[in-house]
């Protein structure tokens, strides 16, 4: 189907498809940063022992993702979306002052993998408590997980369908990191 871009006022750039619908646009997220786009927006990320959640409202049809790599921080001068803590609050947050309401919305979470030999600590198994705890807490269903393991993660979110493909790999290479610089 044939695509055209359409400026928009403010200089932000939309991509539609013939039938006037938007076309999704792609974006990757970095560890320790949130995404809740107002156009649908295919996100990806990869993961280690960090952890991505993607929370999506049911009702509005629109979603968001995070990605942490370290599981929580009580200090106020630390706390940045580097922390599950910090970054699962605020994607939530995003959610609900973007028009969300609380009782609409669902989670998937991702990553959390282990490998003794990288790293002596499994700080993946703490990023998957906090991200579950969080969503307990604030009475959010976890709608899909694929967690935990020794493999890595490539993860590539729709936002405006709420699906998510999972790809694994044993290592993760240069060219699963945007822009693909590296030959695959």
């Known amino acids: ?19 006037g619908l938007p076309a999704a646009e792609n974006y990757f997220l970095k560890p320790g940063y949130i995404l809740v ?9 990869v993961l280690g022992s960090c952890v991505a959640v993607c929370l999506f409202d049911c009702a509005r049809k629109i979603g968001g993702m995070n990605h942490f790599p370290l599981p929580s921080t009580a200090n ?24 969300s309401n609380i009782k609409d919305l669902e989670a998937q979470v991702f990553g959390g993998a282990f490998k003794r030999e990288t790293c002596p600590t499994n700080i993946g198994l703490e990023n998957i408590k ?37 790809i694994k790999v044993d290592k993760i290479r240069k060219g699963d990191w945007y822009p693909y610089l590296a030959q695959r």
Do not use: C, H, W
């Open 1 to 19: 189907m044939p695509v055209r871009n359409v400026r928009l006022k403010g200089g932000s750039q939309y991509m539609f498809e013939r039938s």
């Open 37 to 45: 786009p107002e156009a649908p927006t295919i996100i990806s990320t």
């Open 76 to 99: 106020p001068k630390e706390a940045t979306a580097r922390y599950g803590n910090v970054a699962t609050l605020t994607l939530i947050g995003m959610m609900l002052e973007g028009g």
């Open 130 to 166: 906090v991200a579950r705890k969080i969503l307990a807490r604030k009475k959010i269903p976890i709608a899909s997980e694929d967690v935990g393991g020794e493999k890595g993660r490539k993860i590539v979110y729709d936002t405006s369908s709420n699906e998510v493909a999972v």
